[in-house]
């Protein structure tokens, strides 16, 4: 079955870095553009970043662009997210899935901000 497993959770201050990685299994990873995505408490699941299947274009929600970067390793079915100064609005839950939420959702990874 098709399961999404994200890690790379932890507390850092603000104007940190943290990386993230989605490790996928159960289907061919390679044909799907991949996203990240995260939800605050108390808010909705927003969208965050998407590559495409070949790493060819990126692209970023306006509230991350110039300090996430996502990849992805085909040979080892994972996608990442690079994330570097960190603001303590980037708190929050992030999970991974196709660009259209094609999957049932992993369990996410936690990524707290704060002093």
């Known amino acids: 079955q098709v399961q999404l497993v994200e890690s790379g959770r932890g507390l850092v201050q603000p104007g940190g870095s943290l990386r993230l990685s989605c490790a996928a299994s159960?289907?061919?990873?390679?044909?799907?553009?991949m996203s990240w995505y995260r939800q605050a408490p108390g808010k909705e699941r927003e969208w965050v970043a998407e590559i495409t299947r070949a790493s060819g274009t990126t692209i970023y929600a306006d509230s991350v662009k110039g300090r996430f970067t996502i990849s992805r390793d085909n040979a080892k079915n994972t996608v990442y997210l690079q994330m570097n100064s960190l603001k303590p609005e980037d708190t929050a839950k992030y999970y991974c899935?196709?660009?259209?939420?094609?999957?049932?959702w992993g369990q996410g990874t936690q990524v707290t901000v704060s002093s």
């Open positions: 159960g289907f061919t990873f390679s044909n799907y553009p």
């Open positions: 899935n196709t660009n259209t939420r094609r999957f049932a």
